[in-house]
């Protein structure tokens, strides 16, 4: 056996598993230990085809190489001569680089928004303003004994969930593992989940409140009067109230698939204060992409007390709910700062197409849709393998990434591109 | 396509029920087929021209558990996510293996465990612990219930 680096923490996405374990040969990553495809891709990244070397610039409409220093130079001057540039994404990187970001912001009178708020950003603000716990991974695995997937498909996107926290692990309290607990999954269609869950809901599209209000009313005593609600019939709705009701500590874990409209919002939180009125204890967990998409939140809160985003052009800073389309759409910007995000691929197209107005300097350590389209690209080191660092889990833990491998020569962190631009400008 | 079963089988034999095989019944030497207690050459009338694409046909059907171990498991890793639910699910695994029991990974120097995920993909290890290996076999099938893209199953 080569090299082993255990406690490998990995940044495929937001669960931050701690317990990967690389065998090294030769400064290479031989082989890879309980990691997952989506995790396996930062490792398989390292040595990629489309893996960002040299800083590039757009010379008359195409893409050449320059030297780091003139890509640092070429984004001061850059910034210096806009007059609303906008600093974007965030929500994979370290915790560092965000604090050098927001630092960065306020420094150029910009706006800085994370690509994940339209989702985890709104829902983490208001969870926190009601006081709604979310509960620790850790304590989930231990004592749950309810899971409810609501909209979210954890084997495609958190892949590891259901194995290291969720379902299968047996916990102190929970030492027969599956079967001291019940899943329940919501979804407008068949998924994977629904292997694991003894109630499968398939609603109809936009029928989540519905149904949400349906289980308020039966937990709150009152009893439904329509035979069917939301495509789902009224015993099994019942049924469901009844294992809600049943359970000792219960996780409602919700991805993309519940919409995060103003509406729907309400409805959940209502949900949330009346089984704790009850005595029920629930906990949110919001699933969502960027592994430190929550850091972001923290961060920002930390330094200038918002939560969302923020704009330094007012001062004391503002937050504007969707700051960055709400910008684009006003042709507010004229600058874009991309780090740790790909929007092109991420945003709608007639939103995309508000890109191709302004210049784009986007850090990232491989091509995406967005580089194609950048001005100034400067290459970055994948964090959690060649750059440390610190991100926090979805549960607000804070987890430090680990280096295990040297970059590539002329290669910094997002850390230190950020830091350069902050001490050279 | 979903499990293989002994009628899909028994479906392409001749259904002549001769006996030359040994067997009192062709649905039963399907079954066998399917358990891999026979070999699909066995047949003699299958192996006459008349019954050739019946033969090819059988051969691309049992091919699958042609490949499968000693306990009937087959694992596709093309389908595998690396999920981690049979190397935490599996009884036996969680048994050898505190780290598994608790939802981590097992140490990589852990050669008594079942299943294990190597870059991204499970491996199978050791399966001399496997419910279904030794007798008294039990009909454990937790690793194909628990595998969300159904990459691991059990052919019999």
Known sequence: ?425 | MGRLNAFQIYKLLPKTNCKECGESTCMAFATKLLNQERKLDECPILLESKYQANYEQLKELLAPAEGALETGITLDEDLCTGCGNCVVACPPNARVCDACKGGSGPDPSNDKIIFRVLDSKAKIVNLKICRRYEPPITNCRICEMYCPTRAIEILR
């Open chain 1, 1 to 425: 056996m080569g090299d082993l680096q255990s406690n490998v923490v990995c940044t495929g996405c937001s669960l931050l598993c701690d317990d990967i374990v690389v065998e090294l040969e030769n400064g290479k990553i031989k082989t890879t230990h309980h990691v997952c495809a989506r995790g396996y891709g930062r490792y398989y990244q390292i040595a990629f085809k489309y893996r960002l070397l040299s800083p590039l610039k757009r010379i008359n409409g195409k893409q050449q190489e320059i030297s780091y220093e003139d890509a640092i130079q070429e984004t001061i001057d850059l910034l210096k001569k806009a007059k609303n540039p906008f600093f974007y994404g965030w929500a994979s990187t370290t915790s560092e680089a965000q604090q050098k970001g927001i630092q960065l912001a306020q420094k150029f009178k910009a706006g800085i928004d994370c690509a994940t708020n339209s989702t985890t950003g709104i829902v983490l603000q208001q969870l926190n303003a009601k006081n709604i716990q979310i509960p620790q991974l850790e304590d989930i695995k231990d004592n749950a004994d309810l899971l409810l997937f609501w909209g979210c498909n954890p084997t495609a996107s958190h892949i590891r969930l259901l194995s290291k926290f969720a379902l299968l692990p047996r916990g102190a309290n929970t030492d027969r593992g599956i079967e001291d607990r019940v899943a329940i999954s919501v979804d407008i269609r068949k998924t994977d989940m629904t292997k694991f869950s003894e109630e499968i809901l398939q609603i109809e599209p936009g029928e989540d409140k519905a149904l949400l209000e349906a289980l308020i009313q039966i937990i709150q005593g009152k009893s439904l009067t329509e035979d069917i609600i939301a495509n789902i019939p009224r015993k099994t709705i019942y049924n469901v109230a009844n294992i809600i009701k049943e359970a000792n500590f219960g996780v409602l874990f919700f991805g993309n698939g519940y919409a995060k409209t103003q509406e729907n919002m309400d409805t959940l939180l209502r949900f949330f204060e009346t089984v704790n009125q009850k005595g029920i204890k629930i906990g949110a967990v919001p699933l969502d992409g960027g592994y430190n998409a929550v850091g972001f939140n923290l961060n920002l809160k930390k330094h200038v007390n918002l939560e969302l985003n923020a704009d330094f052009q007012s001062s004391p800073p503002t937050q504007t709910p969707n700051f960055l389309i709400e910008s684009l759409k006003q042709d507010k910007i004229d600058l874009l700062v991309v780090v740790g995000a790909d929007p092109i691929s991420n945003l709608p197209f007639h939103v995309c197409k508000l890109f191709a107005k302004i210049p784009i300097i986007c850090i990232d350590y491989q091509q995406t849709p967005t580089t194609k389209v950048s001005h100034i690209v400067i290459p970055t080191t994948i964090p959690g393998v060649e750059s440390a660092g610190t991100a926090y889990r979805l549960d607000y833990k804070p987890i430090t990434l680990k280096k295990i491998l040297e970059p590539p020569e002329g290669i910094y962190s997002d850390e230190e591109i950020l830091n350069a631009l902050l001490e050279q400008s």
